[in-house]
């Protein structure tokens, strides 16, 4: 009887030593960095349980031992906090750290750039084509609804989202320039400022230029003077839908449209574009000049005059610029 509890004794203590050495294994390749040779980005769809979640970091080389990884969340209670998302996984992390980095939530950050002077249109079939995003954009955002600049979002937020943070951006924007704006302007409200920084952003390309191109806008809407903006006809040929891919020609500045501003008086009815932060300042902040015209001056500025005779010089110059540069 004694030999048998001397056996039985013996086997607990071998079978204790045996899980010692077990858990002190699982433990070390717990906690020991991982096999991932290079820094890897996965994507942990919604509704992914712990199992699947071990079989897809080891399919993908950030663990080798799924078992021990799901273990060892148990343990550690991290089975209940692992987020879905698109994880940027560093080379050699460890299992451990794999887990607090699914809990943590700290998903990729992605973004895109809507560059000022996009139409409606433009900025749908980008947004379309953004990978990451999901989901069709339910409504067409109107034309100057949505601001320009950079967005971030994360794998799997939808398009709709996104469409709806871009409008948000600019109700802020025109919320904080509005109401300082300058004194007298004639504009009579915010959409007409969206209007007049849409022509404004498709006028120029220069920073210096916004404020100076506004200036002879407002000055020509105070004289009651027709604006005469080639980018407005071009609108009214494409409708923001496309490219014009050719340069305009004096037919086309008798397209009827009542975004046509060679025909009609006023700002256009609606914006050409969406225009970006600073052309919206600018359209509030006009330069004080006298400047009523502008014209290109080949080197992608423009040349500004007070009178008439002073811009059909510059229209000489530019055409001779022109002239010389199709030869």
Not at 161 to 171: L, S
């Amino acid at each position: 009887m004694r030999r048998a509890v001397l056996s039985f004794t013996a086997l607990l203590i071998l079978s204790a030593i045996a899980a010692g050495g077990v858990f002190a294994w699982g433990h070390a390749q717990f906690t020991r960095p991982g096999p991932l040779s290079a820094p890897a980005t996965i994507v942990i769809p919604k509704g992914t349980g712990l199992a699947a979640i071990a079989g897809r970091l080891s399919e993908a080389g950030v663990v080798v031992y799924p078992a021990v990884f799901r273990v060892g969340a148990r343990l550690i209670k991290a089975d209940k906090g692992l987020q879905a998302g698109e994880y940027a996984f560093p080379a050699g992390i460890s299992m451990r750290e794999t887990l607090a980095l699914l809990n943590s939530g700290k998903t990729v950050v992605r973004r895109f750039t809507i560059v000022e002077g996009t139409t409606a249109a433009e900025v749908i079939t980008l947004l379309g084509a953004v990978d990451g995003l999901s989901g069709d954009i339910a409504r067409q955002p109107g034309e100057g609804e949505l601001l320009p600049e950079t967005y971030h979002f994360s794998f799997g937020d939808s398009r709709n989202e996104v469409v709806d943070r871009m409008a948000g951006a600019m109700r802020r924007a025109l919320g904080e320039l509005w109401p300082r704006r300058a004194p007298n302007l004639p504009l009579k409200n915010e959409r007409e400022a969206v209007v007049l920084a849409s022509l404004i952003e498709k006028e120029t390309g220069r920073a210096e230029e916004r404020a100076r191109v506004a200036a002879v806008f407002i000055n020509r809407l105070e004289r009651g003077m027709r604006l005469q903006s080639d980018p407005t006809v071009v609108y009214a040929l494409t409708e923001g839908e496309r490219s014009l891919g050719r340069t305009l020609t004096r037919k086309d500045l008798k397209t009827p449209s009542p975004f046509n501003t060679y025909l009609n008086k006023g700002l256009p009815p609606a914006p050409i574009c969406n225009p970006g932060r600073e052309s919206l300042a600018a359209a509030l902040h006009p330069e004080k000049t006298k400047e009523l015209y502008f014209v290109a001056d080949g080197s992608g500025g423009h040349l500004f005059a007070s009178t008439l005779a002073q811009h059909n010089r510059n229209v000489a110059r530019w055409r001779k610029i022109r002239k010389q540069q199709k030869k």
